[in-house]
């Protein structure tokens, strides 16, 4: 009896210094109040629908923030302020040719005729309101189902292979922001730019982008069900049309890397 009761000491104090060895390994590695609270709420049971640390760590803080704040609101726990993050510099994508210095920007063929006019972009047989966030009550029936899913195919091309990236990250594109919109999201969409770096940080460390996106855009899903939205986040409006570019018959999407803004038709 004594024997088995050292046996089963032992095998209590193995487990307890491993689960101790584990957390203390987690928060060795943490860099930031989110990643602490990561390894907290993995400490405490909640981590189960997390990704690994390695891979947590491989999202920027506004995605960590969002992975978190369902286990952390289940657990009490209080999730950091996010700080704003530096958008990625402006970058020559394949197939833009690059403005020379001191040329007038182009504005796109479709968008020749148009005029920006404050919060509406005035084309000849068509006018294009700029999107904010909507409410909760205002959203079509069924759009916060399980059956309305972002959609993105995964990549199967060479990321190496600019042209076939590019081809890809705009069919992409044009599938996310219409997606945002329904959720009413349209002032909380990615730019382009943005959007690009984020498949080549992903893919790059081994993630899938389109897996990832979806994943996230669940997260957004759940989060418009219980959590408010403003409007609009700044007053701040696009300087003219040479940022601008159409996806569709019905929706413009204008970026000057730091800043996207959604315009859709409006008749």
């Known amino acids: 009896m004594i024997a088995y009761q050292k046996q089963l000491l032992m095998i209590l104090a193995v487990g307890w210094i491993s689960i101790a060895g584990a957390d203390e390994a987690c928060l ?13 709420v993995v400490e405490l049971g909640g981590g189960a629908s997390l990704p690994s640390m390695v891979d947590f760590k491989r999202n920027d803080p506004k995605v960590q923030a969002l ?3 369902q286990p952390a609101k289940r657990l009490s726990l209080t999730l950091p302020e996010v700080s704003a993050t530096p958008e990625p510099e402006a970058t020559t994508l394949p197939g833009e ?19 920006l ?16 966030n909507r ?15 972002l959609g993105i195919v995964p990549f199967d091309g060479e990321r190496n292979d600019d042209e076939a990236v590019r081809s890809y990250l705009s069919a992409a594109y044009d ?9 009413g999201l349209g002032a909380n969409t990615m730019s382009f730019t943005a959007f690009h770096s984020a498949f080549h940080t992903l893919e790059g460390g081994g993630v899938d982008f389109s897996e990832r996106m979806g994943q996230t ?14 409007t609009r986040y700044h007053d701040e409006l696009p300087e003219n049309l040479s ?15 730091g800043t996207n803004w959604v315009f859709v038709r409006a008749n």
Not at 28 to 40: F, N, P
Not at 175 to 183: D, E, G, Q, S, V
Not at 218 to 224: A, G, P, S
């Open 175 to 183: 599938r996310y922001i219409p997606k945002m919109l329904a959720i």
């Open 97 to 115: 040719p690059a403005n020379e210095s001191g040329s007038e920007p182009s504005i796109a063929p479709g968008l020749a005729d148009c005029q």
């Open 117 to 132: 006019r404050n919060e509406f972009i005035q084309c000849p047989k068509s006018a294009y309101e700029l999107a904010g």
């Open 243 to 257: 940022l601008c570019e159409a996806i569709d018959r019905d929706v413009i999407v204008c970026d000057n890397v």
């Open 135 to 149: 409410t909760l009550a205002s959203l079509d029936d069924g759009v916060l189902e399980p059956g309305n899913r």
């Open 28 to 40: 060795a590695s943490a860099q930031s109040d989110l990643e602490r609270l990561y390894c907290e």
């Open 67 to 69: 992975l978190l704040r």
């Open 217 to 230: 855009y669940e997260l957004l899903k759940q989060d418009r069900k219980t959590l408010g939205v403003k």
